[in-house]
């Protein structure tokens, strides 16, 4: 795989060249059991919590979230 900096940065790319900002909804399902084993829907192989936490901080820094929710 590409590994979650490379995919955040081309998508950071990608969105910051074709819209205004972005909706970042986080769905706790989306997480490893591992690390978010209280969910509804537990699936094994989700994206760790690093992962995420990585992801959000490059979001943040880009400056193109306008608005956000985080679900479970």
């Given at each position: 795989?590409?590994?979650?900096?490379?995919?955040?940065?081309?998508?950071?790319?990608?969105?910051?060249?074709?819209?205004?900002?972005?909706?970042?909804?986080?769905?706790?399902?989306?997480?490893?059991?591992?690390?978010?084993?209280?969910?509804?829907?537990?699936?094994?192989?989700?994206?760790?919590?690093r992962?995420?936490?990585?992801?959000?901080?490059?979001?943040?820094?880009?400056?193109?979230i306008?608005?956000?929710?985080?679900?479970?």
């Amino acid at each position: 795989g590409l590994g979650m900096t490379k995919v955040i940065e081309e998508t950071i790319e990608y969105l910051s060249a074709n819209c205004d900002g972005i909706h970042l909804s986080l769905d706790l399902d989306g997480l490893d059991p591992s690390d978010a084993p209280g969910v509804g829907t537990p699936v094994v192989g989700g994206i760790s919590y690093r992962e995420s936490h990585l992801a959000m901080e490059m979001l943040y820094d880009a400056d193109i979230i306008t608005s956000a929710e985080f679900v479970e």
